[in-house]
């Protein structure tokens, strides 16, 4: 199947600072790429969906000025986490949509995570 | 939004048993994910399927449209197969895209 990655995969930062994951699509072009959350013994939360050219749709209850996403190319869409909280820390997983996939129903594929602590 | 429910949500075999983990949703869809996570470690995607049987190596699929229900089956069960397992499905029929995740099986298999 098709290759998303992920980057960094594990990364500490102090709190106050800002915290860029970036998400690829490696062997194809997604169009469309979502932000998921899991805490700890939980299930993957969605965050927002990213449109490359346009800007991401925000799940409820989720701060789009703390959580800011920039899909500017088809292979990549990039999280930055504002002025970061111990409270943010949380694994970060993307995923992409193949839209080449056959059928009706588009394949997502997933990156590995990001695990952020915020000391 | 669809609701998707897994069981059990813990499995613990001895190796080499047959494992059968089941899925069910709640609103008519196109496709199913199972997906498999490694303690501290990230996602793996297994499978995506929309009708009927999968298989890859040890680990098969099944799907049953209308009845919204589905399985994942792993033969000859290994101690390297522990991990969480997850079922994801889509909010809606169609092209909807947000999945909706089950809270996952955790599977323990013994040497």
């Known amino acids: 199947g098709a290759v998303v990655s992920q980057h960094p995969s594990r990364v500490i930062c102090k709190s106050g600072t800002s915290v860029k994951i970036e998400c690829r699509s490696l062997?194809?072009?997604?169009?469309?790429m979502f932000w998921y959350r899991q805490f700890p013994k939980q299930s993957l939360m969605l965050m927002a969906t990213?449109?490359?050219?346009?800007?991401?749709?925000?799940e409820q209850g989720v701060e789009k000025d703390k959580f800011l996403i920039n899909h500017a190319s088809l292979t990549l869409s990039t999280l930055t986490v504002t002025s970061a909280h111990p409270e943010d820390s949380s694994f970060y997983i993307c995923s992409a949509r193949d839209p080449w996939t056959s059928g009706s129903y588009n394949e997502q594929f997933f990156g590995p995570g990001t695990r952020l602590t915020v000391l | 939004k669809n609701e998707v429910e897994q069981s059990p949500q813990n499995l613990t075999a001895q190796e080499g048993e047959f494992i059968t983990i089941n899925c069910s949703y709640s609103?008519?869809?196109?496709?199913l994910h199972w997906l498999q996570q490694h303690p501290g470690g990230g996602i793996v995607s297994l499978f995506m399927?929309?009708?009927g049987k999968k298989k890859h190596g040890r680990l098969i699929a099944t799907i049953n449209i209308q009845e919204k229900h589905s399985s994942l089956h792993i033969t000859a069960s290994h101690p390297r197969d522990s991990a969480v397992y997850i079922c994801a499905a889509p909010n809606s029929g169609g092209s909807n895209y947000k999945l909706t995740f089950g809270k996952g099986t955790l599977l323990t298999v013994n040497p």
């Open positions: 609103v008519g869809i196109s496709a």
């Open positions: 399927l929309s009708s």
């Open positions: 062997d194809f072009q997604a169009t469309t």
């Open positions: 990213s449109n490359e050219g346009s800007k991401a749709t925000y």
